[in-house]
């Protein structure tokens, strides 16, 4: 009898939320979300510097910094291989593993190291670089400006 | 008898508007995130590399500079806010931006590029080109750290 009475007292207006269907549709929600999106990996970066010029001439104590050239050659059409000139001098070996090893005998705090190459040279390798010279603790990287037509390497 | 009448009628929250409105803004936020999440997204392939810093707060760009590898779009390889330009439409939409680009103390911010692994350098070198046309003397090049 108890329970009656709980039960009139219910239908006088009151009502209950229907948790059943609403927790199936969040979960629904929930898994077509994660099916659709896509996991990214953290991205994280490089610092580069810019070359000054004529017009925009760079701050005065980038001059007092011991510069280092690296430059880039593709040895293929397709780019998949590279070689690796530090100063002018070809590295040989797996080229950017002794890039690294140079520059960490190096004093990188005291470099400024300058990226040079073939205009189609693949942007994977320039990220080599910059991570041989992070390694190193670099001071300064900059990347050279491109070539013009009438320039010749 | 008054005080009787007006204790039987209880005030309650009604729940289901509430669900509906969380509902709704569930899907208004899912949706802005899309929105933003474009201008990092322009179908390419980070490089990847062991020594990458990881992007700090501070150093949050409001350009962002994506260039695609040159299977995707030779001719218009710069992806910038959803629009695809060539290096003279990049110059020209640089400059047409500086005075909003630039921060509260007067300075340029840092520009991020993001390069696919299979662009190419000169496409970077005439970004930066186009970057020291308004002044921007620092970037960060984008990539995906390693895990050894």
Redesign the interface.
Known sequence: MKGMVYRKRLGKG?YT?QMAP?VDVVFLLLIF?LVASKIQ??????????PG?GR?P?PPEVSRLELVRVH?RNLDVAGETVEVSLNGEVLGGDPFRTLTSRLLAADGSNMRLVID????????F???V??AA??ARVKQVV????RRDAETR | MLLKRVAEKRP?IN??PM?DVVFQLIIFF?VATQVKKNE?DAELE??????????KKDEETPLIIN?VKPEVDKVRPYVVMGNRFNIDELKKFLKNRKASLRLKGGDMPIL?I?????????E???A??A???I???????????KKD
């Open positions: 009151r939320l609403m979300f990996p953290a991205e994280a970066a490089f610092k580069a510097d810019l010029d925009h760079r880039l190459g073939d205009p189609d040279v693949k942007v994977t320039i990220a080599t910059l991570d992070s390694a990347f050279r400006e491109p | 309650e729940i289901i669900v899912l990092t980070l490089p990847t590399a062991r020594t990458p810093e990881e992007i260039v991020r993001r390069a696919d692994k299979d662009s190419q350098f000169k970077i070198q005439e930066l080109i970057c020291r046309d002044e921007i003397w620092k970037i960060r090049l984008s990539a995906i750290k």
